[in-house]
Antibody, heavy 121, light 108 residues
Framework: EVQLVESGGDLVKPGGSVTLSCAASGFTFDSYYMDWVRQAPGKGLEWVSCISGSSSHKYYANSVKGRFTIFRDNAKKSLYLQMNSLRVDDTAVYYC??????????????WGPGTLVTVSS | SFELTQPPSVSVSPGQTARISCSGD??????GFWYQQKSGRAPIVILY???ERPSHIPARFSGASSGTTVTLTISGVQAEDEADYYC???????????FGGGTKLTVL
């Protein structure tokens, strides 16, 4: 069974840092792009970042560029999101998700259950 | 512009047909995908590549595409279909993804 489980969410002060983890199982991890998507309380989904299987390509939403870093450890089948200079509006549930393997069609399936990051003083 | 627009809410009675639209320039070049998110749960994909349905998704969910709009249709809506629905697409490179604002489906 393909499974993703996030961890690392916490209460952090503005300007602080946190690193999220996503443990993957049930598929050939290094063959897939992986993504982070977030959802602020009561709001919609916002794509955050993605990384290629070999880590050679990384992309970020403008809202997090320069503050967040996506990386992965294929030996550990794990995806990470290092979040620095956190702001109150970064408060959200953060989901990791696997991209489809099809060319030219980048849907996300499955998603993990999410981990909550709260940025507050 | 790089955005997708959905109606904030749609309401239907059980057994009726619900249609949720998603419009935006990215859809003229890239596929649209649809996700269902029930309260407190992670999203799941219900349609991919505009019209394709995963095998475990009921046949009452269908999709259509025309120009810069994709449409999710739920035929014979059931109470369990009450959820938030999000469309998703990407820029021309496929590397930057975009979600619509979401549509809350209420089953009366």
């Amino acid at each position: 069974e393909v499974q993703l489980v996030e961890s690392g969410g916490d209460l952090v002060k503005p300007g602080g840092s946190v690193t999220l983890s996503c443990a993957a199982s049930g598929f050939t991890f290094d063959s897939y792009y992986m993504d982070w998507v977030r959802q602020a309380p009561g709001k919609g989904l916002e794509w955050v970042s993605c990384i290629s299987g070999s880590s050679s390509h990384k992309y970020y939403a403008n809202s997090v560029k320069g503050r967040f870093t996506i990386f992965r450890d294929n030996a550990k089948k794990s995806l990470y999101l290092q979040m620095n200079s956190l702001r109150v509006d970064d408060t959200a549930v953060y989901y990791c998700a696997r991209e489809s393997a099809e060319a030219d069609a980048d849907w996300l399936d499955p998603w993990g259950p999410g981990t909550l990051v709260t940025v507050s003083s | 512009s790089f955005e997708l627009t959905q109606p904030p809410s749609v309401s239907v009675s059980p057994g009726q047909t619900a249609r949720i639209s998603c419009s935006g320039d990215p859809l003229s070049k890239q596929y649209g995908f649809w996700y269902q998110q029930k309260s407190g749960r992670a999203p799941i994909v219900i349609l991919y590549k505009d019209t394709e349905r995963p095998s475990h998704i009921p046949a009452r969910f269908s999709g259509a595409s025309s120009g810069t709009t994709v449409t999710l249709t739920i035929s014979g809506v059931q109470a369990e279909d009450e959820a938030d629905y999000y469309c998703q697409s990407a820029d021309s490179s496929g590397n930057y993804k975009i979600f619509g604002g979401g549509t809350k489906l209420t089953v009366l």
